[in-house]
């Protein structure tokens, strides 16, 4: 659509001091006026847009997308912090550098982002704030420029709400329940000029209904279209980077003054858009869609070993290598999914970063192929000049047949008065303008109608030949990832291969090793019963003793009662010796109960104890020698009372006498 303003010409095209963003218009918040220079919420905008998947302003600064601008003035709103804002609007395009130098054989240099046009908006951010919409359009709607009509600013203020919806619709949705383009209404024309023409403010009503979602991270996922694809659908749109529909203001706030044509008629009367249906259809879709299928290609898949349930086992249980090598396997299993899950993601991640490469390249060459290949502006050039000189024909003929006509009607008139000649020449002149006119929108639509139709006709040339140049490149790069997703594949197998190969060796050894370790656990478990048996022996054994120093303690008390006897028959003897009794005496004493020992026992014993002299020796080389059971012996040493009372323990423990002592 033919706008009031066009484009600057290549050689007034502002170079950007910023490095610009892919978007068709943004802002520049380096020369623009915040409320606060704090930047707390800026970084809470940025959070919100990063937890989103979304660029962020610190990756774009200083320039900045709509709808970061857009999230930032509600913050600003609702923290407090109201004042005068000035944004600078920014729109930006591809245009063709423009080297005087350069030859006009080789001027194929490629398009560069420059900055077409920019705007100082400035209002102010209070409570009455609704969104961005209302202050772009009420910006336009009361700029100062009798050279822009209605339906100029219209124009434009829809072309940015069209990129606004295109770009950013959804999540604005998501924040204000419409979409951009919804979001305000427009006064009438004739409302428009009344106050325009009263130097009164103009206002846009804003819209603005209940929020139809909960949480606006779920709508800004879902663009319309990707932020860094938004610049060639706006440029696909324009077509024509010459003759865009766009307007605006140079640094000093003045306008072009070339609103209007030679003969009076103003521009904007004829910037109604050419009907056309011949939309350019790309390629990249399906070519997209073919490579986002090729990533999930190099993903692979591993075998787990075999595990089961095993409760808790000591080492000398009997299952506690099979529970150990189950343990080991789980482990085992853990490793081979997080190494297969690393190897996937990493192919993964590299067949994506390759593809994400492709679709930029892909994309770029299709933004400058569509440069390129303008239908539209092929279609002026091969169409305009020949509707020029068809219309140029047609007015001559017209004006000799006006003339032609006029002569005559002099001649005739002329035999009448020259008032009547006076009315015939002002009718021509009032004929001539008018039918100058009629002829101009005649040939206009002509113009229109056949340059719609050769554009539609040129466009299906160039997207027929876009479509088999991008085909042949997709095949080729399609192959190429193919076989890196084959490659990928392999090493991934091949690494898994000697993972498994690692694995399966070590199980041997560690099932060896845990076999020795039952073994030595079974081993630790005999030694402990055999333990425990000879614990079991050593207890029976302490209890014999135990019973034998009882009975030994009873010996002793028998030793002391028979010591004290024996006292008594000593002075039973001295008695008896005292009053001369002979021995016949004593054994009649004695026989009345032969149970008991008495005094004549003892003394028959002591006599046959005495031995001849030459066998004292031999009991002296045997000195120190001891029964067990009563440590009777080396009698010399003893007195004879001690003597008896050992005798009477050797007789009662006969049975535990030593070899050779009697």
Request: with cysteine; proline share 3%.
């Amino acid at each position: 659509m033919k706008l009031p303003f066009g484009k600057k010409p290549n050689d007034d095209v502002e170079q950007p001091t910023v490095k610009l963003i892919r978007d068709k218009f943004q802002f520049n918040l380096a020369d623009s006026t915040l409320p606060q220079t704090q930047d707390n919420i800026i970084e809470e905008v940025d959070q919100g847009l990063k937890a989103a998947g979304k660029p962020t302003y610190r990756s774009t600064m200083p320039v900045a997308s709509m709808f970061f601008v857009e999230l930032l003035m509600s913050d600003y709103q609702e923290a407090g912090h109201v004042g005068a804002v000035t944004l600078q609007l920014i729109e930006s395009g591809y245009t063709k550098p423009n080297d005087k130098k350069r030859s006009k054989k080789r001027n194929d240099a490629e398009p560069v982002l420059s900055v077409l046009d920019k705007f100082a908006i400035a209002f102010t951010l209070n409570n009455e704030f609704v969104h961005l919409p209302q202050v772009i359009a009420n910006y336009f709607m009361n700029l100062r420029n009798d050279d822009v009509g209605y339906q100029g600013r219209r124009d434009y203020i829809e072309a940015i709400l069209d990129f606004y919806d295109s770009t950013y619709g959804q999540a604005f949705k998501g924040l204000f329940g419409l979409m951009p383009s919804e979001s305000i209404s427009l006064p009438s024309e004739d409302e428009w000029r009344t106050k325009y023409g009263d130097e009164k403010k103009v206002f846009v009503i804003a819209e603005k209904r209940e929020n139809e979602t909960d949480d606006v991270s779920d709508n800004f996922n879902e663009p319309a279209q990707p932020i860094e694809d938004s610049e060639s659908s706006v440029l696909d749109s324009d077509n024509e980077p010459d003759e865009a529909e766009e307007w605006g203001e140079d640094d000093s706030s003045e306008f072009v003054t070339d609103a209007f044509e030679d003969d009076g008629v103003p521009a904007f009367e004829e910037s109604e858009s050419v009907p056309t249906d011949s939309k350019s259809r790309s390629p990249l879709p399906n070519i997209f869609s073919a490579l986002d299928q090729v990533v999930d290609s190099g993903s692979i898949q591993a075998e787990l070993l075999p595990v089961r349930e095993f409760h808790e086992l000591r080492e000398a249980d009997d299952g506690y290598v099979r529970s150990q090598l189950n343990r080991k396997k789980m482990k085992f299993n853990e490793t081979r999914k997080l190494a297969l899950d690393s190897l996937n993601q990493s192919a993964e991640k590299k067949l994506g970063e390759k593809v994400a490469q492709i679709k930029k390249d892909l994309t770029d060459q299709s933004t400058k192929f569509d440069l390129a290949h303008n239908a539209l502006e092929l279609a002026q050039n091969t169409v305009q000049p020949t509707i020029q000189a068809e219309l140029d024909s047609a007015k001559s003929t017209a004006e000799k047949d006006l003339l032609t006509v006029a002569q005559n009607k002099r001649d005739e008139e002329n035999r009448r008065h020259a008032s009547i000649l006076q009315e015939i020449d002002t009718t021509l002149m009032s004929d001539k303008k008018q039918t100058l006119q009629d002829l101009e929108v005649e040939f206009g639509q002509k113009e229109k109608s056949r340059i719609a139709e050769a554009q539609a006709n040129y466009q299906a040339e160039f997207d027929n030949k876009k479509a088999e140049q991008f085909n042949n490149m997709s095949s080729q790069m399609l192959s190429e990832l193919k076989t890196l997703a084959t490659s990928l594949q392999n090493s991934s197998n091949e690494y898994m291969r000697l993972l498994v190969e690692e694995e399966n060796k070590y199980l041997a050894k560690y099932e060896e090793q845990q076999r020795k370790i039952h073994i030595a656990a079974q081993k630790r478990e005999i030694a402990l019963q055999a333990v425990d048996i000879e614990k079991g022996k050593a207890n029976n054994l302490q209890s014999s003793l135990d019973e034998r120093d009882q009975q030994l303690a009873e010996a002793m008390i028998a030793i002391n009662s028979s010591k004290q006897r024996e006292a008594e028959l000593q002075g039973e003897i001295r008695s008896l010796k005292a009053n001369n009794v002979t021995i016949d005496q004593m054994e009649l004493i004695a026989g009345k109960d032969k149970d008991t020992f008495t005094f004549k026992d003892f003394m028959e014993w002591q006599k046959l104890q005495q031995v001849p002299e030459k066998k004292k020796t031999s009991t002296r080389s045997k000195k120190g020698r001891l029964c067990r059971c009563c440590s009777f012996g080396n009698r010399r040493r003893w007195g004879r009372g001690i003597q008896m009372s050992a005798f009477k323990r050797h007789l009662k423990y006969k049975a535990l006498h030593v070899p050779g002592i009697t």
